[in-house]
């Protein structure tokens, strides 16, 4: 592959998918940037360009910008939602309303224009509003040019300057962003506190900062020699005051971090047959930690790859900065505080976003679910072999986490807008621990080998997109052949729960018939293991008659045994089986735990002695 240029049909949107009724299309921008950073007082000057290429069938007549150093002053949208959350991030808190004016975040406008001309806007905390002079019609470019000045915020969440393990400069959310358009129209959220959503495109960013400095960021470094400490392993910092000029090239991407400081070291890895990872972090502190980490990634990257798909660049880089862990195309900032295994922990989740963000960039601010539920799931999953933990549900923590959730008043549908639900916990569990269970669940009701084959059928489809909850669950009903838009509405768009139990279980005639029953409102097909008294285990499939379809797995080494359909609406099933009652010693619904019901005690049964 070309490290500097991927093929740009890839992000052009001539791409034969659906949204509803639509065919699928994307936007695409390609931004030129130069930054001249003064560390003194901590601001920048920059320049931008971007061409801005209208894929749409509708005509612009005026965009949307991100300004997201603005939420970082008192009274802003972030402040405000922050101080009235019964449960507010404890990075956040109170903070933002105390800063100073030489501690808040800014992005002032100089000049907006549109091809050459300034066109009118207005700016609102965190978005700016422009009219353009010339209406963009479809499959027609514009260049929008811009010089802003700006200041870092002390680091408070996510970006800023002097964070807590001391790192000068977290640059994310950085620069004025266009807000996406895709087929559901502006996308122009606030910066309230929760996730990111950006337009593909290709980022060419050329950094003037003080030579005492070492960055690191996304994408490809173009001047090595020129970056005096660029990706060296060692070096001695300089001293004077001249300014070394960095320039970043990222192609095909939704979003540039970038961070400095000047006790930075550089080390790497190389994945056989994969991309060559960086390790910039501070060389006074936790050296050993960082050291230790780059075998451990370098396992991660052949473990996706295998089970999720092919990471598609040449590069990645783990960066000591932010407040805790944050993903960004091709890099991540993480803080190496606690544990080793703590670290690890943090880094594979945050590289995992590279699958699940990175490259499969769904809207995480209506679908944190698909985003950081999925990078938990593969977290888990990664975690489990890399320390060779050997569980046979590396899952569970998160499915306590939802069942706690599932039976609680705070609990709210996935389909909330992750900056509208009303407590942070209620956020945390049904984005992280939920999405995870909902890809383990439907494990269970397609087969775990079906599932696998549909999360890389998933990526190869989607990847370099935007993919919607509708698009992954029509690539798992492709891929298994059984009808899946029950569980999708089921698990995202009601607070409806999984009881399943045995009700009775009653001989006649040398059979036992097996009465079950659904107590839950969120129908499931159901499994059941009976285990005779001469140690054989059967295995018995009930397809549900939404599916239209049943799955083919084997469990405790025996193939199913596949049963009538259960009516969805009926909360009652029999079941018999040509065995006396005496010759069954147990009977067990789920007993693999992949399906989430809500009470396991009413789910066994057991011949008394």
Not at 1 to 17: D, E, G, R, S, W
Not at 144 to 166: A, K
Not at 326 to 332: L, R, V
Not at 576 to 586: E, F, G, R, V
Request: some cysteine; proline content about 6%; hydrophobic content about 35%.
């Amino acid at each position: 592959m070309n490290k500097l240029i991927l093929p740009t049909y890839l992000a052009v949107c001539t791409i034969f998918h659906l949204h509803g009724q639509q065919t699928y299309w994307q936007q695409k921008v390609s931004y030129t940037m130069h930054i001249d950073m003064d560390v003194n007082n901590h601001t920048f000057k920059g320049k931008q360009t971007l061409t801005y290429t209208n894929n749409s069938p509708d005509t612009i007549d005026q965009v949307f910008y991100h300004l997201y150093y603005n939420a970082f002053q008192p009274g802003s949208e972030m402040d405000i939602r922050s101080r009235n959350l019964p449960d507010p991030d404890r990075r956040v808190g109170s903070r933002i309303s105390q800063l100073k004016p030489d501690q808040t975040g800014y992005h002032q406008i100089k000049i907006l224009q549109q091809d050459g001309q300034p066109i009118n806007y207005k700016t609102k905390g965190t978005i700016l509003q422009a009219k353009l002079n010339q209406p963009l019609p479809p499959g027609k470019s514009t260049v929008l040019y811009m010089e802003f000045d700006s200041q870092v915020p002390i680091q408070i969440r996510r970006t800023g300057r002097n964070s807590i393990e001391g790192v000068d400069y977290s640059m994310a959310q950085w620069y004025p962003k266009l807000c996406e358009y895709d087929y559901q129209g502006w996308h122009s959220h606030p910066y309230i506190g929760r996730e990111f959503y950006g337009v593909w495109g290709d980022f060419d960013v050329t950094i003037h900062i003080d030579s005492r400095y070492t960055l690191g960021a996304t994408g490809y470094l173009q001047n090595p020699d020129e970056a005096r400490h660029g990706y060296q392993t060692s070096g001695t910092p300089q001293t004077e005051s001249k300014k070394t000029i960095w320039h970043f090239i990222a192609p095909n991407v939704h979003d540039f971090v970038w961070a400095a400081d000047r006790d930075y070291v550089v080390d790497y890895a190389q994945v056989p047959d994969g991309p060559k990872l960086y390790f910039v972090y501070q060389g006074d502190t936790l050296v050993e930690y960082w050291k230790n980490l780059a075998p451990y990634m370098v396992k991660f990257f052949q473990i996706m790859e295998k089970k999720f798909g092919k990471y598609p660049y040449d590069v990645f880089s783990f960066i000591q900065g932010g407040d805790g862990g944050m993903e960004y195309p091709m890099a991540t900032l993480i803080t190496a505080r606690g544990s080793f295994h703590g670290l690890v922990s943090v880094s594979v989740h945050e590289a995992a976003h590279n699958w699940f963000y990175g490259v499969l960039a769904t809207h995480e601010l209506l679908y944190p679910w698909m985003d950081e539920g999925f990078t938990t799931y593969a977290q888990d999953y990664v975690l489990n072999l890399l320390f060779d933990a050997k569980s046979s549900n590396p899952f569970e923590d998160n499915y306590k986490s939802y069942l706690f959730l599932a039976q609680s008043p705070d609990r709210e549908p996935l389909s909330t807008h992750g900056d509208f639900y009303k407590k942070n916990m209620t956020y945390g569990i049904s984005s992280y621990s939920a999405g995870a269970v909902f890809l383990h669940q439907l494990s269970y009701i397609i087969g775990q080998d079906v599932f696998d084959k549909g999360m890389l059928r998933y990526f190869n489809e989607w990847k370099f997109k935007h993919p919607t909850p509708n698009d992954f669950i029509r690539v798992m009903e492709k891929t298994s052949g059984i009808e899946l838009n029950w569980y999708l509405e089921q698990f995202v768009y009601t607070t409806n729960n999984i009881d399943y139990g045995i009700q009775s279980v009653i001989e006649s005639n040398q059979k036992t018939t097996i009465n079950l029953q659904r107590i839950g409102a969120f129908p499931m097909p159901v499994d059941l293991i009976i285990k005779l008294e001469n140690g054989k285990h059967l295995f018995y499939h009930i397809p549900l008659d939404l599916m239209r379809g049943v799955k083919n797995e084997i469990l405790y080494n025996e193939k199913p045994v596949v049963a009538d359909s259960w009516f969805w609406v009926d909360p009652n099933y029999t079941l018999t089986i040509p065995y006396a009652m005496n010759k069954i010693k147990s009977i067990t619904i789920n007993p693999d735990l992949r399906m989430a019901d809500i009470d396991l005690k009413n789910n066994a049964w057991s011949l008394k002695p």
